[in-house]
């Protein structure tokens, strides 16, 4: 990637200038509004922390959740703001508006090294909108909150990795209107990836979760003929395996995507590897009782919730000895303590192959997730991403439009 990055902006000195930086806030609430996991809130900290230490006016734009173009108070970013300024060490404003007049106010009001948050992006309907001059509108009013009174541009920092797959006026059409850069972490994102689908050390391993085939289609699809070895699991491995044959009893099952999962098999049956075991339950919830049984001997009535330990045993021998590693998407449902072992399971294999030495990149999104909420080391991995989606669209081999309008 050739673009200017976040050092050569601070080069060329932001002392009293105004700077737009589009982090990423996106955290997980629970029901009472509290931060679940503030892993994307430290990883913003870096790049807004060196802005604001070199003097510059900071206003940052993010958002939460799917408030569908509408203010929703469930989905405002104030604790967003306590969280950032806590990880800061320096307080944060949060503007009561995205570019109203209070975002406006408490812009011209900011001095050197202050920190302005504005209020979710996305209770904007512009930012999203598909109208190409209804998204300009509203960058040209977010570029406006960083012009200097002279009339100079402000500067644009794209930091939000988990968006930039996303054609989005914050993301995409401000980078149109500003002098632009990559943040710290969106130059790191993108390097990693570039060694993953340039660099890659072989054996490559990849490992697949989550819900739905469709999702990871065309991920499966590019990497099946990148890696040596593909291991599925998650609730999409009930269609590969019902695409045998199999009955599936009520697991999760995408009964539309058989005959491609079948297609999948036939044409890697020497690269794709699915669990032989699973732990199954008579219902999805957390006190539910937990059944080991073989793959292809599901229950009626039952559904399955995680892979089980015969599976971790044969996933751990193909991680064993790999190079590099790319991990998305959980392999059961470890919310629940009772079926998370396979998840910690195969996040432990990855981490003991990265101690080996091999080169591992965990794909954000819920992977991430369990990294923290079953407390595994996040050392224990080369690199966390802070976008699942975006990783995967790149893997894919897709032009990601947040990071395309950063190299012009």
Request: charged share 20%; with cysteine.
């Amino acid at each position: 990637m050739t673009v200017k990055t976040l050092a050569d902006l601070l080069a060329e000195g932001v002392e009293g200038r105004g700077v737009l930086v589009r982090s990423d806030l996106n955290v997980p609430l629970d029901d009472q509004g509290q931060i679940t996991d503030p892993g994307r809130i430290i990883a913003s900290v870096p790049t807004l922390s060196a802005l604001a230490e070199a003097g510059a006016k900071v206003v940052v734009t993010a958002h939460l959740g799917r408030p569908k173009g509408v203010p929703d108070p469930k989905l405002s970013l104030a604790p967003v703001a306590a969280a950032l300024g806590e990880k800061l060490g320096r307080h944060v404003q949060l503007a009561g508006d995205v570019v109203g007049t209070d975002a406006l106010a408490r812009a011209e009001g900011l001095t050197d090294g202050d920190v302005l948050l504005l209020e979710n992006i996305r209770f904007d309907p512009r930012e999203t909108s598909k109208d190409d001059a209804e998204r300009l509108a509203l960058a040209k009013a977010l570029a406006a909150l960083v012009e200097g009174a002279d009339g100079s541009p402000g500067a644009f920092v794209s930091d939000g990795f988990g968006v930039v797959h996303r054609k989005q006026a914050s993301v995409y059409d401000v980078a149109t209107l500003l002098p632009h850069y990559a943040g710290t972490l969106v130059d790191a994102e993108v390097k990693v990836l570039e060694q993953l689908t340039s660099s890659t050390e072989r054996p490559y391993a990849v490992v697949l979760g989550g819900s739905k085939v469709s999702d990871k289609l065309a991920v499966i699809e590019n990497l099946a003929t990148k890696a040596d070895s593909l291991i599925i699991g998650g609730g999409m491995c009930f269609t590969f395996l019902a695409s045998q044959g199999v009955s599936v009893g009520t697991s999760l099952l995408q009964e539309e995507m058989i005959d491609t999962c079948k297609r999948l098999l036939d044409t890697y049956a020497d690269v794709i590897h699915l669990p032989v075991d699973i732990v199954v339950a008579d219902k999805f919830a957390a006190d539910a009782e937990p059944e080991t049984v073989a793959s292809d001997r599901i229950p009626d009535g039952k559904m399955g919730l995680d892979i089980g330990p015969e599976s971790v045993k044969r996933f751990t021998a193909l991680l064993s000895n790999a190079k590099t590693v790319f991990w998305n998407g959980p392999m059961g449902v470890f919310e629940f303590p009772a079926f998370a072992a396979g998840t910690k399971g195969v996040a432990e294999a990855i981490i003991g192959a990265t101690e080996k030495g091999a080169f591992s990149v965990v794909g954000g999104g819920d992977s991430a997730a369990a990294v923290r909420q079953l407390g595994l080391a996040e050392d224990g991995f080369s690199h966390i991403s802070t976008g699942g989606g975006a990783s995967l669209e790149y893997l894919e081999g897709k032009t990601l439009p947040g990071i395309e309008v950063l190299e012009s």
